[in-house]
Nanobody
């Protein structure tokens, strides 16, 4: 089982990034997917989640209206579109796959928002 994130990088405040997380080794369409982030010196926090079919999404308050989570079950990939980025969005972003008590983590991708 593997999750591989990509799409991170350095962006100016107000800019956009699209993160991708490609899954392999398990039946992606059976798993709810989420994005977490961890900023330096802070605990890891849930950013957004999406149900197995994609019909239900949820977001932490600081990113509502700016971030959009989506999934393509045919490509076994989950995305996080991040718009109007702020310096406080700087963190390592991780994707997770959840089914019951089973959870898989990716290795993370760095997002840095700075001028």
């Amino acid at each position: 089982e593997q999750l591989v994130e990509s799409g991170g990088g350095l962006v100016q405040p107000g800019g956009s990034l699209r993160l991708s997380c490609a899954a392999s080794g398990f039946t992606f369409s059976n798993y709810a997917m989420s994005w977490y982030r961890q900023a330096p010196g802070k605990e890891r926090e849930l950013v957004a989640g999406i149900s197995v079919g994609g019909g239900i999404t949820n977001y932490v308050n600081p990113v509502k209206g700016r971030f959009t989570i989506s999934r393509d079950n045919a490509k076994s990939t989950v995305y996080l579109q991040m718009n109007t980025l702020k310096p406080e969005d700087t963190a390592v972003y991780f994707c997770t796959a959840d089914r019951g008590s089973r959870r898989y983590w990716g290795q993370g991708t760095q997002v840095t928002v700075s001028s």
